[in-house]
């Protein structure tokens, strides 16, 4: 099956800092999500992106489907941007099989 | 508010316990997945179902079993757990049929075997 690796698995920012967090896939995707975990558990969707470029305020993200990965950036760091970033995939196999990485753990100090 | 409930938010059991959790989405969506969510390992698939019909079954053993009575509702019902099946479980919802299906997740059930 595909394969889904994220990093770094850990990093930590001051505040104001930016940053940017890689997932690298093993095959062809239909789907791509980026999700942040809160410290509370609960998982937000913060960008469909199976291919192309989008912007939602501070984050911003980038899939390069033919080179197998996707990047997320995060400018200007708040505390609250702290929690784990996972990426989930889903192969162009389809059957709804969605793979998700081992997440980046980000802690943004203040 | 994402649109995807589930119940109970915390769940403490014996063994021979027999539970079921609930996930009831408002979304419109007509596919919805449980995932499990262990501490330290990645977010596993369990099952899915797309228009009330089973899809995906990833190897999950037999003591968990599910139910999709209909589009906006899904149920894992528990039996015989072990501690090992102490986790995260989080239900989600998509559009379901083809292209486009970003998925919207609930805020889990903690689920604790003694």
């Known amino acids: 099956g595909i394969q889904v690796e994220q990093s770094p698995p850990d990093l930590i920012l001051q505040e104001g800092a930016n940053s940017t967090l890689r997932c690298n896939f093993s095959d062809s995707v239909n789907n791509l999500q980026w999700f942040h975990q809160n410290p509370w558990g609960q998982l937000i969707n913060l960008f469909y992106?199976?291919?192309g470029t989008k912007q939602n305020g501070r984050l911003s993200a980038t899939t390069v489907a033919t080179e197998r990965y996707s990047l997320l950036y995060i400018s200007s760091s708040q505390t609250t941007d702290s929690g784990v970033y996972f990426c989930a995939v889903e192969g162009d196999t389809g059957g709804f099989k969605t793979i998700f990485g081992a997440g980046t753990r980000l802690f943004v100090k203040a | 508010e994402t649109g995807v409930t589930q119940t109970p938010r915390h769940l403490v059991m014996g063994m021979t316990n027999k539970k079921s959790l609930k996930c009831e989405q408002h979304?419109?969506?007509?596919?919805m997945y449980w995932y499990k969510q262990s501490a330290k390992k990645p977010l596993e698939l369990m099952f899915v179902?797309?228009?009330?019909?089973?899809?995906e079954n990833n190897s999950v053993p037999s003591r968990f079993s599910p139910e999709c009575p209909n589009s906006s509702h899904l149920f894992l019902h528990l039996h015989t757990l072990q501690p090992e099946d102490s986790a995260l479980y989080l239900c989600?919802?998509?559009?379901?049929?083809?292209?486009?299906?970003?998925?919207?997740f609930g805020d889990g059930t903690r689920l604790s075997i003694l």
């Open positions: 989600a919802s998509s559009r379901g049929g083809q292209g486009y299906q970003p998925q919207h």
């Open positions: 979304l419109g969506h007509n596919a």
């Open positions: 179902y797309n228009f009330k019909e089973q899809t």
């Open positions: 992106i199976p291919s």
